[in-house]
């Protein structure tokens, strides 16, 4: 399935997207998600998680303001996709920052997801290596990841993404990078974890490895159209969620792609 086909089962589709995120991103992971086509809920409470998850096309964890009773969620939610074969993607932010944050995200990789997503610092350190990552911000090259990145997807049996300037994408067999986007992308708060989200939506329609190289695509694509006139990450970010909406399937460039 390449990158436009999924767009059109996506704008076909319209999956129902579960989202535990953070704080921070709820707001834009929820607009990135309805821009792109999709449906997202944010959806947290314990005693909800049991009866949504599994109506969801997808379920995303994303760790990035933890607490306890997230964390019970985030378990429960996981659980419940998995009994449901409801693909559901990980994002460990920070995880290296404290032990108590480390350990959720090991507890919530042993539960399977079917898709990992965070910088290069984020899947150094979840592969078992040493990160030079600093909070959420990823202190090692998407090039310094790849191999821990591989790794991991095959010790765990999902696939494995890495975001920056040009991402990585592996199940541990076949592997992808993808170009494009724009230098102010970073300078938005939470826009990677957005992508989380819409790589959530894309796993509704697609396979797990194309669903993730589709979602960086539009993602990209969308980027770059909205950083060539934005004065910065303000109007950027106005001008990157006109971009999720207007494009169209055919228009996500597949050149952006290459595959090994």
Known sequence: MT??????ALRAQAPLVHCITNYVAMNIAANVTLAAGASPAMIHAPEEIADFAPIAGAVTINIGTLSAPWLESMKAAAVA??????????DPVAHFATPYRAKAAVDLLTLKPAIVRGNASEIVA???GIGSGKGADSGDSVADAQSSAMALASSHGCVVAVSGP???ITDGKRSASVTGGS??????????CSLTALVGAYSAVAPSLEATV???VHFAEAGERAGKDALGPGSFS??????????QPGDLG????TWR
């Open 238 to 247: 106005v001008a990157f969620l006109d971009a999720l909406h207007t494009l």
């Open 126 to 128: 979840l592969a078992g």
């Open 254 to 257: 597949e050149a952006r792609v």
């Open 81 to 90: 996709a998995n009994a449901a074969s409801v693909p559901w993607v990980l």
């Open 166 to 168: 040009v991402d990585f």
């Open 3 to 8: 990158p436009n086909t999924a767009f059109e």
């Open 214 to 216: 589709a979602a960086f």
């Open 183 to 192: 230098d102010l992308m970073p300078k938005v708060t939470a826009l990677g």
